[in-house]
């Protein structure tokens, strides 16, 4: 027919860049007899490949070339990666330079002259003669299809899902639609989290810095458990839970990190985490104080120094394996001392501390021999 002699072009012309459907209706008219034979040829071709739509043999235009010739060549489609550029993606991935650009109207065409350029050190595949296909033409193939996927969005920083429009892998048309598909909006943001666990949470509570700390020294006074040894590995194996039914960045920062922390334990090393690593210690005054722990060293437990009075050695946790840090406070809450030896703080530091206090405080209980004193949660002298 009409429409297989225009496509005979692909094999008979000129070696510039060119739109062949221009060729090949030039040869038409000319009645050229090599494009007759190889019009022959891809007439079969056609055939064989099954078009979508059969073309009328006196249609003489370049639709039905276009629709033509994805029968035979549905490999060989492209389309510009931007409006107006050259650089093209066909079928399949791979990338190539359209040469002649600006005569082709719309974004998509079938290449038949490609072959492999050299710009610099990098091959680049050059397209020197193809045909424009319309949209409408892609449609109508086989191998058009719609369907709906669910992607992650870097700028949004949530899973989004779209309806595509795509012949073969390459997407003609995109559009957003509800996201239905929690499972796989689920495991693009754990993929994405995954990255980097650190900026996934985002900055975290003083609450989830204190549980995460208090793991941290856990796993670091018993290795034997061969609990995960870093910050970002904690991080890590709490997003599966975090990222449960969850879609977004902001909603996985919304989640309770702290808990999901704690579910890593099985219930028995939950046990003996709340029993080695006590949120609270109680002093010799009776009060419980917080114990604040730190991912780069022991437990704070800062506390008013009366209250203390009669301990003689730091104390412990761990069953003994981590010795606290001892905040020292005055009355006034201001800190006196730091230490983790307080047995060496009141026989070597206290007697100038004692004298220095004595005087700014003389209202409180100073006693000489701290080891011996009665504590108080009042620091003012027994009566």
Known sequence: GAASRWAAALEIGGAGAEDLAARARSQRRDGHRTAQRLAEQLARATRAGGSARAPQADEADDDTL??????????????RRAPGSEQVQLVGGRGARLIGGDALHGDLLVALDVDAGRRGEQAVSLVRGW???????????????????VRWDEGRGRAVAERLERFRDLVLTRSPVPLTDRAAAEVLLLERAAKDPEAAVGTLSTKDEVSLARLMTFAAAYPELALPASREAWLAAALPALCSGRSSLDELRRAP??????????????????????????????????????PDGPPVLAVKVQEVFGLVDTPR????????????????????????????????????????????????????????????????KPR
């Open 257 to 294: 990190l702290g808990q999901a922390l704690l579910d890593l334990l099985p219930w028995d090393r939950r046990r003996r985490l709340d029993a080695a690593l006590p949120e609270r210690l109680e002093v010799p005054s009776g009060s419980r104080i917080a114990l604040v722990y730190r």
């Open 131 to 149: 045909v424009a296909v319309a949209e409408g033409a892609l449609r109508d193939h086989p191998d058009f299809a719609v369907v709906e996927v």
């Open 66 to 79: 276009a629709r033509l010739l994805l029968a035979g060549y549905a490999d060989r489609v492209a389309q």
């Open 317 to 380: 946790v761990a069953d003994g394996r981590v010795a606290c840090v001892l905040h020292l406070l005055s009355p006034a809450g201001r800190p006196l001392q730091v230490t983790s030896d307080l047995r060496s703080f009141w026989s070597r530091t206290w007697p100038e501390v004692r004298a220095e206090m004595r005087s700014r405080y003389p209202r409180h209980h100073w006693p000489e021999d701290p080891t011996a004193a009665t504590p108080s949660r009042r620091t003012l």
